[in-house]
Nanobody, 114 residues
Framework: HVQLVESGGGSAQAGGSLRLSCAAS????????MGWFRQRPGKGREGVAA???????NYADSVKGRFTISQDNAKKTVYLQMDSLKPEDTAMYYC?????????WGQGTQVTVS
């Protein structure tokens, strides 16, 4: 079965950096999309960045120029490099793997920026 395991969350000072990882397993799709979402306190879940199997990338306006999504296809791992962090980036970050009508979520990793 499909599993997503996130890691790399933690605490950082404003202006600092963190790198999140999401290791996926249990799928054999050639076409997929992996994305990072976040849920800030008292807010709904929002998309942050996404990358597909061909390497096409999208970012939310709020993180453009600060966050970078990348993937290692051999390791089936997607990364989110977060630079110039702001207190408003504080949230639970979730990894999502989707292919057509199927989607799977990771358990989430907390990012706190002070």
């Amino acid at each position: 079965h499909v599993q997503l395991v996130e890691s790399g969350g933690g605490s950082a000072q404003a202006g600092g950096s963190l790198r999140l990882s999401c290791a996926a397993s249990g799928y054999r799709w050639n076409s997929y999309c992996m994305g990072w979402f976040r849920q800030r306190p008292g807010k709904g879940r929002e998309g942050v960045a996404a990358i597909d199997a061909d390497g096409a990338i999208n970012y939310a306006d709020s993180v453009k120029g600060r966050f970078t999504i990348s993937q290692d296809n051999a390791k089936k791992t997607v990364y989110l490099q977060m630079d110039s962090l702001k207190p408003e980036d504080t949230a639970m970050y979730y990894c999502k793997l989707s292919c057509m009508v199927l989607s799977y979520w990771g358990q989430g990793t907390q990012v706190t920026v002070s």
